[in-house]
């Protein structure tokens, strides 16, 4: 596979794996999945500005996650997101420490 291809191939996965998660699962609630996984849409939308910032691009991490989102976080978070239960905040922090760092 040429370098052309292998991008657009990319592309084309990360669009899906954006709408599994915004479309197909948005009952997924993001603190799980970085508590499985170690990441989430947030994580997804910060490599977004990250890879915008490589090319040159600059982007405010709002920017970046609307961008990802296809709307405002707060909007996204009043539509999909739960509350999180103790267990599952506990669960988030030493994730996060883990996946993210102590930012």
């Known amino acids: 596979m040429d370098d052309a291809t292998r991008i657009e191939v990319e592309a084309a996965a990360f669009r899906r794996l954006r709408r599994h998660l915004l479309e197909d699962r948005p009952d997924a609630q993001n603190i799980d999945l970085m508590n499985l996984a170690g990441f989430c849409r947030n994580c997804l939308s910060r490599w977004y500005g990250e890879a915008a910032a490589e090319r040159g691009v600059e ?41 993210v760092g102590k930012d």
């Open 59 to 99: 982007m405010s991490k709002e920017v970046a996650r609307e961008a990802f989102y296809g709307m405002p976080l707060a909007e996204w978070k009043a539509q999909h997101q739960t509350a999180a239960s103790p267990d599952q905040q506990a669960a988030f922090e030493t994730s996060f420490a883990e996946n």
